[in-house]
């Protein structure tokens, strides 16, 4: 079983940029499907972005343009460049992964935009 701890949260001003990161502990890190989840208050967990093995992306609609996913296999890492963000991008960002579905999940980092 993987383990992923997430970093790279924090407080910003709408407009600005945050890159989060996630280190994946044990497991196969390069075979994996990973991703990212967020959950803003009173709002379901949704799926941000995710990246396959073969480093193939897909964005939610509401972050298309403006999110950028990567990983890097030699540092078993998981990156998520967010730019332009806003005050509705607001929520807990979770770290998934797994062989093929999202079965290991990070501890989550808040992301607060103010206005």
């Known amino acids: 079983q993987v383990r992923l701890v997430e970093s790279g949260g924090g407080l910003v001003q709408a407009g600005g940029s945050l890159r989060l990161s996630c280190a994946a502990i044990?497991?196969?890190?390069?075979?994996?499907?990973m991703g990212w989840y967020r959950q803003a208050p009173g709002k379901q967990r949704e799926l941000v972005a995710s990246?396959?093995?073969?480093?193939?992306?897909n964005y939610a609609d509401s972050v298309k343009g403006r999110f950028a996913i990567s990983r890097d296999n030699v540092k078993n890492t998981l990156f998520l460049q967010m730019n332009s963000l806003k005050p509705e991008d607001t929520a807990v960002y979770y770290c998934?992964?797994?062989?093929?579905?999202?079965?290991?999940w990070g501890q989550g980092t808040q992301v607060t935009v103010s206005p």
């Open positions: 044990g497991g196969i890190f390069d075979i994996y499907l």
């Open positions: 990246i396959t093995k073969d480093s193939q992306t």
């Open positions: 998934s992964g797994g062989l093929g579905q999202f079965d290991s």
